[in-house]
């Protein structure tokens, strides 16, 4: 199978993500077949030229790639083995590509339960945000099969710029948890630091310029903060609600290595907080507002 070779692909959740990268393959001229549970969101997405699957053990034999977008190892289970569960759809030479950030053991058990019938699986969790997702410039890390890799090499290349081989089947997944755990903790930390900057009289704008040039200098910064906390932007590019439940994925990990992980526990609580403050479904840049609260100020 090559990219020339495919025309058709279905895509399983239509949220957050999932929607623009169904929009993005359909926009490059294949055959999309997409399901989402809530069945409101598959109005735009046949506005977009899509086709609509009412039930995930429906979807056509044409279909031999399947792009999965759910939230949790619990909902990815129940859609793939539950009944009229995707796995009656499947055959053998297909491939399911897992864009969800699940976990490496949720992984690892997806493509050893498939392999049976015959069906590849590549953990293939996604980097960066819905933007990047419209815009086909994901980054992605990718374990699996080689082979079955370099086959879906160029597909993967229609929704991003930024792909990263990592090898055996779980590997990707556990660097996806791994770069959600430290810039988590890297969030709540500057969101705290520039939150007390600011109670102490120091301009935003001034802050990030400064800690720019330092060893300061990250991500959250110039960005998270810098400009989409600057400008009260919360429109969710990656919510409180799904880091939240990566960093407890995380913890789950080392708690099954008896690893301790303090300083990431800590962060779990602030978004637990940030969840119980009502802001689970705004950006994860939200998570400024705790320490705003406290301190009576506000970053603009």
Not at 176 to 187: A, D, Q, Y
Not at 203 to 221: F, I, N, Q
Not at 260 to 282: D, K, N, Y
């Amino acid at each position: 199978m090559s990219d020339t070779d495919t025309r058709s692909v279905g895509v399983v959740g239509l949220g957050t993500m999932g929607m623009p990268i169904a929009t993005r393959l359909v926009e490059g001229g294949l055959n999309v077949y997409g399901y989402d549970l809530q069945a409101e969101k598959l109005d735009p997405f046949v506005s977009a030229g899509g086709s609509p699957v009412e039930r995930l053990s429906k979807f056509p034999e044409e279909c031999e790639i399947f792009f999965l977008l759910l939230p949790n190892a619990e909902i990815t289970d129940t859609a793939v083995f539950g009944e009229e569960g995707l796995a009656e759809a499947l055959g053998e030479g297909d491939v399911v590509v897992n864009l969800g950030t699940i976990g490496p053991d949720a992984v690892v058990s997806l493509g050893e339960s498939l392999r049976d019938k015959g069906v590849q699986v590549l953990d293939a969790p996604m980097g960066k945000s819905s933007k990047e997702a419209a815009e086909g410039t994901l980054s992605l890390m990718v374990a699996g099969e080689e082979q079955t890799y370099e086959k879906l090499r160029p597909l993967l290349g229609r929704i991003a710029t930024d792909i990263t081989f990592c090898g055996e089947l779980g590997v990707a997944s556990t660097i996806k948890i791994v770069n959600n755990l430290v810039s988590g903790g890297i969030l709540a930390a500057v969101a705290e630091g520039l939150v007390l900057g600011a109670k102490a009289g120091a301009p935003l704008d001034l802050m990030v310029k400064v800690l720019s040039g330092t060893g300061a200098d990250c991500y959250h910064v110039r960005n998270t903060l810098g400009q989409r906390v600057a400008e009260r932007d919360f429109e969710p590019g990656f919510s409180i609600d799904l880091e939240t439940k990566d960093i407890k994925i995380g913890l789950d990990m080392a708690s099954k290595r008896r690893m301790p992980l303090p300083i990431i526990g800590q962060t779990h609580q602030r978004f637990v907080e940030g969840q119980a403050a009502g802001l689970g479904s705004e950006d994860w840049g939200a998570i400024v507002k705790l320490a705003e609260r406290d301190a009576g100020v506000e970053l603009k």
